[in-house]
DNA sequence: CCTTGCCTTGACGCCGGTGTCAGGCCCTAC
DNA sequence: GTAGGGCCTGACACCGGCGTCAAGGCAAGG
């Protein structure tokens, strides 16, 4: 199979399966003309990589991802380097969740205050 | 006041001032000299915009705030187009939570998956 | 032979708030 | 005069996941 034809597959665009391969995510092989080739394995690793970058992944924590898939194990995640990875950016969600409900608080008391003012 | 003696008492620098000034949310006067000259009002202002700042928002979301600020009152959340700010933003606020909700859902998932596999 | 369409590498653009460097003016103190 | 510090403008760097354009090779069909 073709970057193209992968690509599509996958619903996605040829450049960004380069970057993927630039960053260690995929190595394709390569045919006599230079063109990579990927065999039908890649389609499912490249749909755990856009799943994990939707979910607010960077391409480094993806890494232990893709190498758990690769041997063989039927999910990403139940490697050791890869429930490492889901520790942190379990705690690096709560963080996130932390700060936006605090904004959030700071937001509704501000609407309340404009809707019915405090007369102290 | 110079701008090296606003950024110190802001707690911020110099560079920083003149990006909110490029971008219409501080308008000092001038010396002879072309150097900026603050009044000491200022200091609440610049407080104002790196609180909001800090909270998420955009240096254009928050001139509606500055403006009210300007205009007299005592807080820059009380007026109309600050208020539409306000709820615009409580809804994006909404929006990264329901998101970061859900992601947290699968992370815990999935960490549960790994300490306690299912049987099927 | 020429077009068409896929592939290749390389490189710049984006977004937003700031850091940082370059080159130069202003003022004070020695 | 000169050294030092603060000010000025202008412009590049950053980060990250791509979009997009450039210039060129390869294969197949007319």
Redesign the pocket.
């Known amino acids: 199979m ?4 992968l690509a599509e597959r996958a619903g ?5 399966l ?2 993927y391969e630039e960053h260690g995510l995929i190595h394709p092989s390569r045919d ?5 080739q990927y065999d039908d394995g890649e389609l499912r690793v490249v749909h755990e990589i856009r799943a994990l ?1 939707a979910d607010g ?3 480094d924590d993806i890494k232990p991802f893709v190498a758990c898939l690769r041997a063989g194990n039927s999910s990403g995640h139940v490697c050791p380097d890869s429930a490492a990875v889901l520790r942190r950016r379990l705690a690096e969600v709560d963080g996130y969740l932390d700060q936006l409900t605090a904004v959030r608080h700071r937001l509704q008391t501000q609407l309340e205050e404009i809707t019915c003012p405090m007369t102290p």
Chains 1, 2 share one sequence.
């Open positions: 073709l970057i193209g034809e996605t665009s040829p450049r960004t380069r970057y006599a003309n230079g063109y990579r970058l992944y960077g391409v």
